[in-house]
DNA sequence: TTGCGTGCAAAGGTTTTGCATGGCA
DNA sequence: TGCCATGCAAAACCTTTGCACGCAA
């Protein structure tokens, strides 16, 4: 339907290279700036904001929320394949990110279908937690 | 450590009432405005982020954010027990919450922590996807 | 009478939009 | 040259905060 051309930009690049050395993690539009403003990349928050918005568009990155999160975070799928197939896990310590690409993925869409009557949609759908170095920390953290 | 005495008030208990109408859809803030103008109640929007905030810090109700909605959404959990200890699924057609009240909710723990050693804290975890109804809708709908 | 609850106005923070300019193809 | 991309400023939006007043207990 609309075909729209990409022009390949200064800015572009250097926010995809954001991208590809942080696939493990999400990230905001903050952190992106951040990244840039230290390598000494002049990029706009609008644009970060504009180009993030296209590349979720695309299905490269994911976008969500939560309720602790007071903004967007976002992060690239790019390395995972069929990513809309999958739902997520997100460490709420580092904001790393899992794959659930395995085989209990298709229990679970049956599990939902067959006893809730609920067909699940992977984008969006994150479940949040703690990834196996954070839960040592904070509960190392924690002991008296 | 901090017992808080709560005074019961009109705009309270006109909250309440909506919640206990509408536990099986979650709401936004300004969902309990509107609510409130069609009844004919004055309650400011403030005093229902308040309350909200409140209820969320007592467990009865549920907040949460996805990266569709611009703004928060809270749920009743008060009919259903031990929301903390299971996941939810969210109809994003219609906004009803569904309850993994089931055993499969224990493999889905076994599973993460075993194969992904991931630790999964219910509360924030969300799957979104089409409830029964919405499903048949949308279906018919987007048929030619 | 005490101090929690409320309304109002204003601020805070993130994200979006409009418009003129810049730059890729 | 045509059109997408960008920067800047301002707006939009939801949510929170400060303060004075109201009201439950």
Redesign the pocket.
Known sequence: MSE?????????DAIMEYLQTHTEHSF???DVREYMQENGI??????I???L?KLTENGEIMKYKTAED???RYQCVKPHAHCSEHIHMQCRECGKILHMECHFMEELKKHLFEHHKFTIECTNSVLMGLCENCKNNVTVQHQP
Chains 1, 2 share one sequence.
């Open positions: 729209q051309k990409n022009y390949r930009t200064k800015s572009k905001s539009a903050y002049q990029v706009n928050l609008t644009t904001y504009r180009n918005d007071e903004c967007c």
